[in-house]
């Protein structure tokens, strides 16, 4: 069966950055007074094309704006800086909203979810990549079939991992292999990479250039930015694109550009490795006295080019380009996030080891405070009062604090959202539903075993109002790590003002201090407190319907409490202990998910 024949092509694309007043405009709504940025042009005004089944290396000195050109390509670009000019797919003009189902991009970085393996990360991303139509065996053929690919089935069970931070996980060689894999799945008929042998060894950056000249075999479009690849590599580029300082130098074969460096008198050596003399006599030697005339020797080089080499791309009139690649309907798109969410989460983040402290701390409590509530009297009424507090500001301020460890996926999560695979909201709502399970799953051991021991109130439903407390309260504090961990990019800073904001928060919850001893002014700060509405919750599960509390018999009965509901008429004010403080608590929570979603947004937009 014979392939496709497509073609990508750009007239006058060029790249520059964006004006102060530009910026200004676009934060200030937000009072934000960005520092001032120079306007200047990062890619000059060039066109090109490129037809299926070919393989082009973009070469150039360091700086020369490589990676900017690719981000244009794809429709990319850096914050502070705007792309001109027009992009087209057989002759159908692509805008950033396609270029996602024609482009597959592969930045220099390589992001992943660390703690999957090789095999979960490619099942995952054939999930999100594939048609909905496809049955689970085909995604599973998809996957092995890109696992015999590139030679990743004796890595298949391993986890990814980070060889930089931690030093457990698989090679850099086979990182770009993997993310290779996960684009390749999308089977886009353009694919753009950055910098894919940075970083590797002589024999791993010719293992990746060589899968680079083999996909675009397949009939695919193949445009890799490569810093000084070694002679053995230059026979397996079809075409070579030479930037200097944003400047199209050349775009054409091997064979041309050996002609038009012999043809302006810069002739390559022989022995030598064209593509470092092509770098060599196009690099410019900022702040030197040659700077000038490097500079005239790159436009020289350039209109050689244009007078002997250059094709003319045809400027005509051509519809806008409506494809839209098929993915994962909103319902697969929701298991699988979760699926991942989970797995990532409950291995790194807040799995076995927050509840194995959570756990050993719910033990302790039970030791120190056993038995207290089961026979509850005057004396001991502070105590089962104490336990019900420390649980509170301790959970609240682990919880506060996680967030930040979470910080390590956005990259990912952006990237994958620039790329289509799914909606920022399907994201943050699968977020949401993970946390609530996992929260729930820490919470019950290390709460239940304290709650047994310190005897509190024994009736089901009320061990089930406590726990459905102390989890709303956990996922309150969550969400209010996540504002902070959004907002705030120094972990130092994070660390102290989560803290901070802890205790403030604490002092307004009655768990320190007897609100009713709170100056007037105070008072009403108290409701801003998400643990204050947890723990008069809580107070008023175990206390509210408790019966008679025994006076001890050298105690003035006047100065003993009734019952349990005596006792949270003198201590609290009665509207602190409504019923209504729940509904509040669950707004509380939800009004935090949102506001972190529009800090989420608006900083990776």
């Given amino acids: 069966m014979a392939r496709e024949v497509h073609s990508y092509s750009w007239i006058n694309l060029r790249v520059q950055t964006v004006s102060l007043n530009e910026l200004q405009g676009a934060f200030k709504i937000f009072m934000y007074k960005p520092s001032r940025v120079s306007q200047g042009m990062i890619i000059k005004s060039n066109s090109g094309k490129i037809n299926s089944g070919t393989f082009v290396a973009l070469m150039g000195p360091s700086g020369c704006g490589k990676t900017s050109f690719l981000n244009a390509l794809a429709f990319r670009p850096q914050p502070g800086v705007k792309v001109l000019g027009k992009c087209f797919f057989d002759d159908k003009e692509v805008s950033k909203y396609t270029a996602k189902y024609v482009c597959s991009y592969i930045p220099q970085d390589d992001l992943f979810f660390e703690n999957l393996t090789v095999g979960e990360h490619l099942t995952f991303q054939a999930g999100l990549r594939l048609s909905s139509n496809q049955s689970q065996r085909n995604r599973d053929d998809a996957v092995d079939q890109m696992l015999t690919l590139l030679n990743l089935h004796h890595i298949k069970n391993n986890r990814i991992g980070n060889t930089l931070s931690s030093g457990n996980g698989i090679s850099k060689g086979e990182r770009k292999r993997i993310a290779f894999a996960a684009e390749m799945l999308s089977d886009l008929p353009v694919i753009l990479v950055d910098e894919p042998t940075s970083g590797l060894d002589s024999h791993m950056a010719s293992v990746v250039v060589k899968l680079l000249y083999d996909v675009s075999r397949l009939g695919k479009i193949v445009i890799a930015s490569l810093h000084q690849p070694s002679s053995q590599l230059f026979k397996f580029f079809d075409k070579i694109f030479l930037l200097s300082d944003g400047v199209k130098v050349l775009y054409g074969t091997r064979q041309q550009a050996l002609e038009l460096f012999s043809q302006s008198g810069f002739p390559v050596p022989e022995n030598y490795n064209p593509v470092d003399w092509f770098i060599l006599n196009t690099k ?315 800090v989420f947004l608006f900083k990776n937009h």
């Fill in 284 to 598: 410019i030697s900022y702040g030197r006295s040659r700077e000038h005339e490097d500079r005239r020797k790159v436009m020289y080089l350039a209109d050689m080019w244009h007078l002997y080499f250059h094709e003319e791309i045809p400027i005509q009139p051509a519809a806008v380009l409506k494809l839209r690649q098929a993915r994962a309907q909103v319902g697969i798109q929701f298991k699988i996030i979760i699926q991942r969410l989970f797995l990532t989460y409950w291995r790194q983040y807040m799995g076995g080891s927050t509840a194995l402290i959570l756990t050993l701390f719910g033990l302790y409590l039970g030791v120190i405070f056993y038995n207290q509530a089961d026979n509850v009297n005057q004396n001991n009424i502070r105590s089962v009062e104490s336990v019900m507090g420390i649980q509170v500001l301790v959970s609240s301020l682990i919880f506060l604090s996680t967030p930040k460890k979470f910080k390590a996926t956005v990259p990912v999560v952006v990237r994958e959202i620039h790329s289509g695979l799914y909606y920022t909201i399907v994201y943050k709502f699968c977020i949401y539903i993970v946390e609530v399970l996992l929260l729930v799953l820490q919470t019950v051991p290390g709460y239940g075993i304290m709650y047994w021991m310190v005897g509190m109130n024994p009736l089901p439903l009320r061990f089930i109002w406590s726990l459905y407390l102390s989890v709303n309260l956990n996922w309150i504090m969550l969400g209010l790590g996540h504002i902070l961990s959004n907002l705030l990019n120094s972990d130092k800073l994070y660390v102290d003002l989560s803290l901070q904001i802890g205790l403030v928060l604490s002092l307004f919850s009655g768990l320190i201090i007897n609100l009713q001893q709170l100056p007037t002014f105070l008072y009403p700060f108290r409701l801003a407190s998400p643990m204050f509405y947890g723990y008069q919750n809580m107070r008023m599960a175990q206390w509210l319907g408790m019966g008679a509390i025994p006076c001890h018999e050298n105690k003035l009965k006047d100065t003993c409490f009734i019952n349990g509901m005596e006792y949270l008429r003198e201590s609290v004010e009665l509207e602190d202990i409504s019923m209504e403080n729940h509904i509040i608590m669950t707004f509380v929570g939800v009004i935090f998910r949102v506001f972190a979603v529009i």
